[in-house]
Structure formats: C-alpha cells, structure tokens
C-alpha cells in the first residue's frame, strides 16, 4: 500500500521545527536556482524566519532590479483592479437604479390604468386624481390645437379649391362665348352666302327688260288733236253760226 497523505500543520517541538526549516529552505533555495537555470526565468526568493533572520535568493539580475519590476506590476496590476471594481462597481449601482426606476414607472402605469390601487391611502389618491386630470387637460388641449390646425388647413385647401373652381368656371364661361361668337359668325356667313346663291338663281330666271315704246308722242299728239278738236267743237257750239261762217 502507498503512503497516505500527510496534513500539515504547525510542529510543535521547538527544535524538530527549526531542524525542518533549515532543510526545507535548502531545498526551496535549490528549486529555485534549478527553475531559474532550467527554463531561464527571473527568480526572487526571500524568507524570513521565526527569529527575524533573512534568507535570500535572486539569478544573476540583481535583488533590487527584480523587486522595482514586481513593483511596478503589482501597481499596474492593482489599478486595473481598482477600475474593474469602481467600474462594477457603478454598474452595479446604475442598474439597480434603473431597476428600482422601472418597478416605480410600472406601478405607476398600473395606478394610472386603475389597477392596484386597493392599498392606496386617500391622499395617494387624491394626487393620482390630480395627475389624471392634469393629463387630461394636456391631452384636451393638444387634442383642439390638433383640431384647430387641421381645420384651418381645411379652410385653406377649401378656399384654394374655390378659386381654383371660379378660374375653371370663368374659362369655361368664356370658352361658351367663343364658341356662341363662332356659331353666329359661322350663321351670318351662310346667310350671307344663301343671299347672295339666291340673287344670283333669280337673275338667270328673270327675263330680259324689253325696250321701252315711245308712244307718247303720239299718244300727246293725238291727244292733243284731240282735244283741239274738242276745243274748237265746243267753241263753235257756244258761237252763233254766222260768227262760226265768218271764222271759218
């Protein structure tokens, strides 16, 4: 059977302990310079016994150069911490801010809805009635500027389509009176044209004038021997014969 394993702890006997300390730290110096030769690595071995007195290890590089290394990265080491922590720090503060927030809005929303308001106390009450009715107000009156703006846009979109209208209506009016103006010119002219189809068909029916007779000169002759013989007829009729005898 293999060994079992050994707990430790604290020796008690004074001398076994100092024994055990010498070689144990014999053996940790050498592992030391073993790791240090071994795999090339920088290696810095300090203890102290229960006495107070130092025992040291350090590879070629110097005690002191290895240590202001260690200090640097140990300070660099613990900022990052630091930063990490303060950063998580205010994370974790931000979203239980947040979180607390939310659970205020949402149970505000239910009050506001009406529900879980059972354990409200009437001043609780009475300021959610003030908000509802201050948001009321709000809503109202947004609700007839909205109404208002929208009616006015109306009005003008009515009042454009109005005279959009008269302008239509007034070219329509005058397009008639074009077209009125077209019609009489177009009834003038064939009328004027049967007028003038018509004399010309009468003049080529109609006969030709016949030359005038010039009976009046003899007519006015014989009229007038006529008359001169009536005259004389009459004349002689009102004179005795004897005066009649000696005329002739």
Known sequence: MGRGRVQLRRIENKINRQVTFSKRRSGLLKKAHEISVLCDAEVALIVFSTKGKLFEYSTDSSMERILER????????????????????????????????????????????????????????????????????????????????????????????????????????????????????????????????????????LPQPMQPLNISGTYEARSGGREEEGNSTRSTALLPSWMIRQLE
């Open 70 to 205: 260690y200090e640097r990265y140990s300070y660099a080491e613990r900022k990052l911490d630091a930063n990490e922590i303060e950063g998580n720090g205010s994370w974790t503060l931000e979203h239980a801010k947040l979180k607390a927030r939310m659970e205020v809005l949402q149970k505000n929303e239910r009050h506001y809805m009406g529900e879980d308001i059972e354990n409200l106390s009437l001043r609780e009450l009475q300021n959610l009635e003030q908000q509802l009715d201050s948001a009321l107000k709000h809503i109202r009156s947004r609700k007839n500027q909205l109404m208002c703006e929208s009616i006015s846009e109306l009005q003008k979109k009515d009042k454009a389509l109005q005279e959009q209208n008269n302008m239509l209506a007034k070219k329509v009016k005058e397009k008639e009176k074009e077209k009125e103006k077209e019609k009489k010119e177009i009834v003038q002219q064939r009328q004027l044209e049967q007028q003038n189809n018509s004399q010309d068909s009468s003049s080529l029916l």
